[in-house]
């Protein structure tokens, strides 16, 4: 059986419409001869789960979780360090430049 990598933010558990795609062409590949290694987000980083989807998966398809700063995490870490998103908005928006900018780059703000 040949192996396909498929990159998806969003997979089974996550729920949502964005899930059916990636799941569906994983499903319907290994009829075809095809196993997958899926790399996604973890069930952490979003906030909608469907865990039923999971008997749709192939026993055959491999699922590698990877964490990622998404604005949920970046929330949760914020909120750790005590400051409310109020706060940390009215701080910063003095500061903030339209654009965002890379450390040490030349734009001016």
Do not use: N
Not at 21 to 45: C, F, I
Not at 79 to 85: E, F, L, V, Y
């Amino acid at each position: 059986m040949k192996r396909v990598l498929v990159i998806a933010y969003f997979f089974p558990p996550l729920g949502g419409g964005g899930v059916q795609r990636t799941l569906k062409l994983v499903r319907y590949l290994e009829p075809h001869g095809w196993a997958s290694t899926v790399v996604t987000a973890r069930e952490e980083d979003y906030w909608i789960l469907d865990p039923s989807l999971l008997d749709e998966v192939p026993a055959t398809t491999e699922i590698l979780r990877a964490g990622g700063l998404t604005s949920l995490r970046l929330l949760r870490l914020l909120s750790r360090g005590g400051a409310t998103i109020s706060s940390w908005s009215r701080s910063r928006s003095s500061r903030c430049s339209p654009v965002p900018t890379a450390p040490g780059s030349r734009a001016s703000t």
